[in-house]
């Protein structure tokens, strides 16, 4: 008979990441080391992927639900070694396969969990009765883990079953949005005024999040319209006189507006006349000229009359030809940068282009998602959440696609896979830092507003509505 000290190193290579996983994340093992005495031979056998030696047990009447290893029924070291043959004969012979690990952790899980993305014992537990939508003691369930290998066959079994990304949406969403609603009030009191990435866009993410029904702060949410409305109510007489003083208008006020009515706020005097000052300064050709020089947001004309438009559209008055003579520039626009991709496709969607141009526009936008699921801002760089974030609002607000294809989910799944731990995605800044650097308590140090950006179009790409559900961004005309 192999004694302990023969068996050990035997079993060390094949079970060294699943031990520590476990030991790192269950209370089971946070007392003593595991065990890896395998306690009766058909665990010694099929730990050790011995199919032929497995099969003979099971046929001699070795029962599989017998004994645990690591908290681990047999049919686990099945999944963990992507042994289709074992576990199907394990499955024969009455393999429980809504059995738990330590972790709370199912068969399911750790089948779908592989670094090939397969299916095959995916499709073969769903088959025997095993539940996709069981969450670990972490929340998470079969089809977080197969999303963490990116869009897979797992992944499509999964969701083929009716498995949903819902729970997992959620959290990413909520988590991203007490981040957000916490560092907007901060950026206030630091800068002496509002901006677009810690006031505008985490007021039209939490719009989008609220009619999702994800938990949003609503006294931090009056609180950043009061602010953006202060910061602005004393230049209402400069804007009705179409002064130049204040900086970019059609990006900066813009953004304001669209933020105000994301939040609710009513049209009146002020946003009039916010309004009116965007119509001042329009060019002759229909674009809005962006003030160059802070790039991704601020760095466009694309971006600026897109917002620019939308923007008169929801709060200015007899502005039809305004609103005509943008949407006719954005269709012979050039887009160079993933910003202006999917800018110009908001824009079309917005000035009501037809559906054929809005289509063209899409898939010009669809054909630069990249293998990860993401979209970069630049060919040169890498897959971030402001770009990919951004890209699928802009599909979805255009009528393009809905939650339920799969360039969102091969998107949306990007990410879930990339958020950080804190609520936060990381976006690297372009732009010269020509404005004094204030801290908002948002992470990520100098990369933080841009951050903060790409933070709020994740969080809006992710609670866009389910694919039975008409888009809730208010695209068209008022």
Not at 29 to 54: C, E, G, K, V
Not at 80 to 91: G, S
Not at 150 to 177: C, D, I, Q, Y
Not at 202 to 213: E, H
């Amino acid at each position: 008979m192999m004694t302990k000290s023969l068996l050990i190193p035997r079993l060390s290579v094949r079970l060294a990441l699943p031990a520590l996983l476990l030991a790192a994340s269950s209370t089971a093992y946070a007392q003593a080391p595991p065990d890896f005495t395998p306690p009766t031979p058909l665990f010694r056998h099929a730990a050790a992927n011995d199919t032929a030696q497995t099969l003979k047990l099971l046929e001699s009447g070795a029962n599989p639900n017998e004994e645990r290893l690591l908290g681990m029924p047999a049919i686990f070291f099945a999944a963990i070694n992507q042994n289709l043959p074992m576990l199907r004969a394990m499955v024969a012979k009455g393999a429980d396969v809504k059995a738990l690990d330590g972790a709370g952790s199912t068969v399911l899980m750790w089948a779908a969990a592989n670094e090939e993305g397969r299916a095959d014992l995916v499709k073969e537990l769903l088959k025997a009765g095993a539940d996709p939508s069981v969450k670990n003691l972490m929340g998470e369930t079969a089809l977080d883990w197969a999303m963490r290998r990116g869009s897979t066959p797992a992944v499509a079994a999964l969701l083929a079953v009716g498995a949903s990304t819902e729970a997992a949406n959620k959290r990413a969403v909520e988590s991203a949005m007490a981040l957000l609603q916490k560092s907007g009030p901060q950026f206030v009191r630091v800068s002496g005024c509002t901006s677009c990435h810690h006031q505008s866009l985490p007021q039209m993410a939490g719009a989008l999040a609220k009619q999702r029904g994800y938990a949003v702060d609503e006294k931090l949410t009056q609180e950043s319209l009061t602010q953006v409305v202060a910061a602005f109510r004393p230049a209402r007489e400069l804007m009705l006189k179409g002064t130049d003083a204040l900086p970019d208008p059609p990006i900066v006020l813009g953004y304001s507006l669209l933020g105000l009515h994301a939040g609710g706020y009513k049209p009146d005097d002020l946003t009039a006349a916010m309004a009116h000052l965007i119509t001042t300064k329009q060019a002759a050709d229909g674009r809005f000229p962006a003030f160059a020089g802070r790039p991704p947001m601020e760095s466009s004309d694309i971006t600026a009359t897109a917002l620019g438009a939308r923007a008169v559209q929801l709060y200015g008055t007899n502005v039809e030809t305004v609103v005509s003579k943008a949407g006719q520039w954005l269709r012979s626009a050039q887009p160079k940068t993933g910003e202006e991709y999917s800018m110009r496709l908001l824009g079309l969607a917005w000035t009501q282009a037809p559906i054929a141009v809005r289509q063209d526009a899409a898939r010009a936008l669809l054909a630069l998602q990249r293998p990860d699921g993401g979209w970069g801002q630049l060919s040169t760089i890498e897959s971030d959440a402001y770009a990919t974030g951004q890209a699928l609002v802009a599909l979805h607000e255009a009528g393009i696609i809905t939650t339920a294809d799969e360039a969102y989910r091969r998107g949306a799944a990007f990410l879930l896979r990339t958020q950080l731990k804190d609520g936060s995605w990381l976006v690297r800044s372009r732009a010269f830092p020509f404005q004094p650097y204030k801290e908002s308590g948002f992470p990520h140090g100098r990369d933080q507003w841009i951050s903060a950006s790409g933070t709020a179009w994740a969080a809006m790409a992710l609670s866009l509505p389910p694919a039975e559900a008409k888009p809730q961004l208010n695209s068209g005309a008022q």
